[in-house]
C-alpha cells in the first residue's frame, strides 16, 4: 500500500512538471531552425548546444530547469553556447537530422550536441554521465560545457603545448 502511495505522488509529481514543460516543437521544420541557430553562433562567435528530447521527458524537462536556475550554468550557456532544442517524439522523429548528427538518439535523452559556429558536429555527450541521484551534478556538468566552449577549442590556447 505504501508502494502504491509513493508511486501515485511521484506520477502524479511527473505529470504536474510535465504540464509546465513546452520547449521541443514538434512541427518546426528542424533543418531551417538549426540553421539559422548555427548563423546566430557564428555571429556572435559561440558554439551551438542541441538538446535533443521531447516534450514528453523528464530529464529534459530537470536539466533545462537545473541549468536555468543555476546562475554559474546559466550564465555559461549564455556566453558560450546558441540553444536550440531538437525535437525527437513520436510525432517528429527528425531522421534526416538525427543521421547528420551520427544518430545521437542512441544514447537515450535527453543526449547533447555540440556544433561549431559552422554547423560542424564537435562532440554528443550521452547525458547519463552528467547525472546525479534524481538530478545533475553541477561539477560534471560544468565541465562539459565548458571542455566544449569556443575558448577550449581555441588554438591559440594551445600554443605552448
Not at 117 to 144: C, I, P, W
Request: hydrophobic residues 35%; contains cysteine.
Amino acid at each position: 500500500m505504501t508502494l502504491s502511495l509513493s508511486l501515485l505522488v511521484v506520477f502524479i509529481c511527473s505529470a504536474q512538471d510535465m504540464k509546465k514543460f513546452n520547449l521541443y516543437k514538434p512541427e518546426e521544420n528542424a533543418a531551417t531552425e538549426l540553421d539559422k541557430v548555427v548563423q546566430q553562433a557564428s555571429k556572435e562567435g559561440k558554439n551551438v548546444f542541441v538538446q535533443i528530447g521531447g516534450n514528453w521527458c523528464v530529464w529534459c524537462a530537470r536539466y533545462y530547469e537545473y541549468v536555468n536556475k543555476d546562475p554559474q550554468l546559466d550564465s555559461i550557456m549564455k556566453a558560450d553556447y546558441v540553444v536550440y532544442h531538437l525535437n525527437y517524439s513520436k510525432e517528429n522523429l527528425n531522421k534526416e537530422i538525427m543521421a547528420k548528427l551520427g544518430y545521437p538518439q542512441r544514447f537515450g535523452f535527453p543526449v547533447f550536441v555540440i556544433l561549431d559556429d559552422k554547423g560542424n558536429r564537435l562532440h554528443t555527450q550521452n547525458s547519463a554521465y552528467l547525472e546525479q541521484d534524481e538530478g545533475y551534478d553541477k561539477q560534471r556538468v560544468t565541465d562539459f560545457l565548458t571542455t566544449w566552449n569556443p575558448k577550449a577549442l581555441d588554438p591559440a590556447q594551445y600554443k605552448n603545448f
